[in-house]
């Protein structure tokens, strides 16, 4: 399973652009790459997945280099909502039963 | 979109009692499905790989005996804490995916968690 590293928190402040990057080095030709938002005492939630180049959703983009070796994830125009705290995936659902392994994941927090 | 309802969100048990948490997907079906503890201010821990119709895949250093698994049909999976202590006291987390060939690599979909204490 591809092991993920992202920031420990990052802070922002509202109506700002934030990006969150997660390295994946050892990540293998059918991962993709997934991100999910926690807020406290919730489940994650899905926000984008890729596997090349540039996705974009009505939440987010996920931008993602030649060699796939990280990713980032871009929030446009944050607000206090979203804080929480993020998470990068990278898996396949044909391998490994198709889980995939948690990192520490990247506490945003968006102050006014 | 693909929907995962896990029931209770809370429950409050004695030490020595069992508990058990159920996961359902709404709206599609699942062959597959996961099972997470999380601590206070961690991540997501993985405990095991929930088949259905066979037995569960656990992850290292989890008890099968202690948590028990059983994923009867397509849209259930449920698991059980089997006597509990208060170190079992955590919140507890499944996902699912969709499946079919349509679906590939579709993303994970979670519950809404359980907040299990064990006093």
């Known amino acids: 399973l591809a092991k993920t590293t992202q920031p420990i928190s990052m802070d922002s402040y509202e109506g700002q652009e934030v990006n969150i990057t997660c390295s994946h080095n050892n990540i293998a030709t059918n991962d993709y790459i997934t991100w999910y938002q926690q807020f406290p005492s919730q489940g994650p939630r899905f926000i984008i997945q890729g596997y090349k180049t540039k996705v974009t959703n009505e939440v987010a983009s996920l931008f993602i280099p030649a060699d796939r070796k990280s990713s980032t994830l871009s929030l446009p125009r944050v607000s206090l909502s979203d804080t929480a705290v993020y998470y990068c995936l990278v898996g396949d659902r044909a391998t490994n039963a198709g889980k995939s392994t948690f990192g520490d994941g990247t506490t945003l927090t968006v102050k006014p | ?119």
């Open chain 2, 1 to 119: 979109g693909a929907v995962v309802s896990q029931h209770p969100s809370r429950v409050i048990c004695k030490s020595g009692t069992s508990v058990k948490i159920e996961c359902r997907s709404l709206d599609f079906q699942a062959t597959t499905m996961f099972w997470y503890r999380q601590f206070p201010k961690q991540s997501l821990m993985l405990m095991a790989t929930s088949n259905e119709g066979s037995k569960a895949t656990y992850e290292q250093g989890v008890e099968k005996d202690k948590f028990l698994i059983n994923h009867a049909s397509l849209t259930l999976s449920t698991l059980t804490v089997t006597s509990a202590h208060p170190e079992d006291s955590s919140f507890y987390i499944c996902s699912a995916r969709e499946e079919g060939a349509s679906s590939y690599n579709s993303p994970l979909h979670f519950g809404n968690g359980t907040r299990l204490t064990v006093t």
